[in-house]
């Protein structure tokens, strides 16, 4: 990736979430007229709630993003306005911790992006926003625990692919009552298709976002979900992003129709949504994009227990194959150069019992073709074999792999094997790809069983299929991973009767995934 955000423009962006002295402490929380006679700022500026993410042992990024108009731009004045902003220990904030002043400014939308630091680990905190006289709801986070903690356990959530117009995010209301310490979402947070008057809700706006006006719109309208912005503000979040974030199938810099989408014109489009996707997500400053660039893939520690690596399938990738043969091009690259080794370093040197990967797209083999013969999604890691098989060799050698994946609106959990193209071969790890939390909406489950129950003999390292809305839920411990699949009756209603679809368990030091 070329032309890095500097390090001293890194500094300016983050610098309004130092914490203030004593004398500037102060006068925090008084009354709206003793900080001066600035022009008040129209009613609901947040509107849009607060989120926090990315928890290190002494770290976490707070958010929120002025929008008194969230619809229509913001709503804001073209001027720099100052939040004040409270980190405590307690819900009623009689333990403050950590406080200050944020700069919300209107090239980034005036959100607000505090990376916090010196926390003690594995600790809940509350924190909330104030500016001209208004308080923002209060937000429940918590940090990572301590670097070398080996014991213990931690309770993920996986999310993907919430269409608006499919469906309400009601699986949201229950993934709040299974409170978890984190939530992964693997991509898709926005669709980037135009309005559609038969869709359970309609997108804002009259077509397709390309400009960052119109992505910053679709993100406001996808933030006011109230289960959406309830989850929010209970646990930290740790995002990545897909196509429909941009442009469905992009890959790199070439979007899905090139013919209909020059690539200058492409590039501005990159850029605003890059842009718009970091000003909407608790992210640090290092994904500040610069252009049509934005560093997304790192990595998180969660004591001894577990490394999660974020990887970006997206961005540079090279084009998709069109046939079997180009699906097996060793040239064809899913992750670049520079993030393959990045992760494969990550794998190797890893002290931790568990190695999670969050992948955007399935890796484990989907056959489509009933019989013999081979039928892949080229879009998925099965278009790019040779780098994902150059994995699966290295995860004989790493403990505990498993990959959180998203994009296919359907659960399919899988034993990852070491070579599909032989039935025999040792099973080298796990997969989970989380249904969709509302992308597909209510499926035809008789439908869906119709078409891929056929498939299954062709694909035996499937453990689990199925297309209801919902998400995974996994409580991590040093013996095991127990993974449930929440599914909800309906994305239709703005409510939604919650269950357990399935419960499954990863055994460490035994690579694969049984149904219990």
């Given at each position: 990736?070329?032309?890095?955000?500097?390090?001293?423009?890194?500094?300016?962006?983050?610098?309004?979430?130092?914490?203030?002295?004593?004398?500037?402490?102060?006068?925090?929380?008084?009354?709206?007229?003793?900080?001066?006679?600035?022009?008040p700022?129209?009613?609901?500026?947040?509107?849009?709630?607060?989120?926090?993410g990315?928890?290190?042992p002494?770290?976490?990024?707070?958010?929120?993003?002025?929008?008194?108009?969230?619809?229509?731009?913001?709503?804001?004045?073209?001027?720099?306005?100052?939040?004040?902003?409270?980190?405590?220990?307690?819900?009623?904030f009689?333990?403050?911790?950590?406080?200050?002043?944020?700069?919300?400014?209107?090239?980034?939308?005036?959100?607000?992006?505090?990376d916090?630091?010196?926390?003690?680990?594995?600790?809940?905190?509350?924190?909330?926003?104030?500016?001209?006289?208004?308080?923002?709801?209060?937000?429940?986070t918590?940090?990572?625990?301590?670097?070398?903690?080996?014991?213990?356990?931690?309770?993920?959530?996986?999310?993907?692919?919430?269409?608006?117009?499919?469906?309400?995010?009601?699986?949201?209301?229950?993934?709040?009552?299974?409170?978890?310490?984190?939530?992964?979402?693997?991509?898709?947070?926005?669709?980037?298709?135009?309005?559609?008057?038969?869709?359970?809700?309609?997108?804002?706006?009259?077509?397709?976002?390309?400009?960052?006006?119109?992505?910053r719109?679709?993100?406001?309208?996808?933030?006011?979900d109230?289960?959406?912005?309830?989850?929010?503000?209970?646990?930290?979040?740790?995002?990545?992003?897909?196509?429909?974030?941009?442009?469905?199938?992009?890959?790199?810099?070439?979007?899905?129709?090139?013919?209909?989408?020059?690539?200058?014109?492409?590039?501005?489009?990159l850029?605003?949504?890059?842009?718009?996707?970091?000003?909407?997500?608790?992210?640090?400053?290092?994904?500040?994009?610069?252009?049509?660039?934005?560093?997304?893939?790192?990595?998180?520690?969660?004591?001894?227990?577990?490394?999660?690596?974020?990887?970006?399938?997206?961005?540079?990738?090279?084009?998709?194959?069109?046939?079997?043969?180009?699906?097996?091009?060793?040239?064809?690259?899913?992750?670049?150069?520079?993030?393959?080794?990045?992760?494969?370093?990550?794998?190797?040197?890893?002290?931790?019992?568990?190695?999670?990967?969050?992948?955007?797209?399935?890796?484990?083999?989907?056959?489509?073709?009933?019989?013999?013969?081979?039928?892949?999604?080229?879009?998925?890691?099965?278009?790019?074999?040779?780098?994902?098989?150059?994995?699966?060799?290295?995860?004989?050698?790493?403990?505990?792999?498993?990959?959180?994946?998203?994009?296919?609106?359907?659960?399919?959990?899988?034993?990852?094997k070491?070579?599909?193209?032989?039935?025999?071969?040792?099973?080298?790890?796990?997969?989970?790809?989380?249904?969709?939390?509302?992308?597909?909406?209510?499926q035809?489950?008789?439908?869906?069983?119709?078409?891929?129950?056929?498939?299954?003999?062709?694909?035996?390292?499937?453990?689990?299929?199925d297309?209801?809305?919902?998400?995974?839920?996994?409580?991590?411990?040093?013996?095991?991973?127990?993974?449930?699949?929440?599914?909800?009756?309906?994305?239709?209603?703005?409510?939604?009767?919650?269950?357990?679809?399935?419960?499954?368990?990863?055994?460490?030091?035994?690579?694969?995934?049984?149904?219990?």
């Amino acid at each position: 990736m070329t032309g890095a955000v500097s390090p001293d423009r890194r500094r300016f962006l983050t610098a309004g979430a130092a914490v203030l002295g004593a004398a500037a402490s102060a006068q925090l929380w008084l009354p709206a007229t003793a900080h001066g006679a600035e022009t008040p700022l129209p009613d609901g500026v947040f509107s849009l709630g607060v989120a926090s993410g990315d928890p290190l042992p002494d770290g976490i990024v707070l958010w929120t993003r002025l929008a008194p108009d969230p619809l229509n731009g913001g709503g804001m004045p073209d001027r720099v306005v100052p939040v004040e902003w409270q980190l405590a220990e307690d819900s009623r904030f009689r333990k403050l911790v950590r406080r200050g002043t944020a700069q919300a400014r209107p090239e980034y939308g005036h959100s607000v992006h505090v990376d916090v630091r010196g926390l003690r680990p594995d600790r809940t905190y509350w924190y909330r926003f104030r500016t001209s006289g208004q308080l923002s709801p209060a937000g429940r986070t918590r940090t990572a625990p301590h670097p070398y903690s080996s014991g213990g356990s931690l309770r993920v959530a996986l999310a993907s692919c919430q269409n608006w117009q499919h469906g309400y995010f009601t699986p949201y209301a229950d993934m709040l009552d299974q409170d978890p310490d984190v939530v992964v979402f693997v991509g898709d947070y926005i669709y980037e298709s135009t309005p559609s008057a038969t869709g359970v809700r309609r997108h804002e706006g009259t077509g397709e976002p390309f400009s960052l006006a119109q992505y910053r719109n679709r993100y406001a309208q996808y933030r006011t979900d109230a289960d959406l912005a309830a989850m929010h503000a209970n646990a930290p979040f740790v995002v990545s992003f897909d196509d429909h974030e941009v442009d469905n199938d992009f890959a790199g810099e070439i979007p899905q129709d090139p013919d209909k989408q020059p690539h200058d014109a492409f590039v501005a489009r990159l850029t605003a949504a890059y842009q718009a996707f970091y000003e909407h997500m608790p992210v640090r400053a290092s994904a500040v994009p610069n252009g049509p660039h934005i560093k997304m893939y790192r990595r998180l520690e969660f004591g001894r227990l577990a490394r999660l690596n974020v990887l970006d399938t997206r961005q540079y990738r090279s084009d998709q194959a069109t046939s079997q043969a180009g699906a097996q091009d060793p040239s064809l690259t899913m992750l670049g150069a520079r993030q393959k080794q990045w992760l494969l370093n990550g794998l190797q040197e890893s002290p931790a019992r568990w190695n999670l990967i969050a992948s955007q797209i399935m890796m484990a083999e989907t056959d489509l073709k009933v019989g013999e013969g081979k039928l892949w999604f080229y879009d998925a890691w099965d278009g790019y074999q040779a780098e994902r098989n150059r994995f699966l060799q290295e995860f004989k050698k790493v403990r505990n792999p498993v990959v959180l994946s998203g994009d296919r609106h359907l659960t399919m959990i899988s034993d990852l094997k070491e070579d599909y193209a032989d039935p025999d071969s040792a099973v080298v790890g796990a997969e989970f790809v989380g249904t969709s939390i509302s992308s597909n909406g209510d499926q035809d489950q008789a439908a869906f069983r119709r078409e891929w129950d056929p498939r299954r003999p062709d694909n035996p390292h499937w453990k689990l299929l199925d297309a209801h809305r919902g998400y995974h839920l996994f409580d991590v411990r040093r013996d095991g991973i127990d993974a449930q699949v929440r599914v909800v009756d309906t994305v239709r209603q703005p409510s939604a009767t919650p269950s357990t679809l399935a419960k499954l368990r990863v055994e460490a030091g035994r690579p694969g995934v049984e149904v219990v």
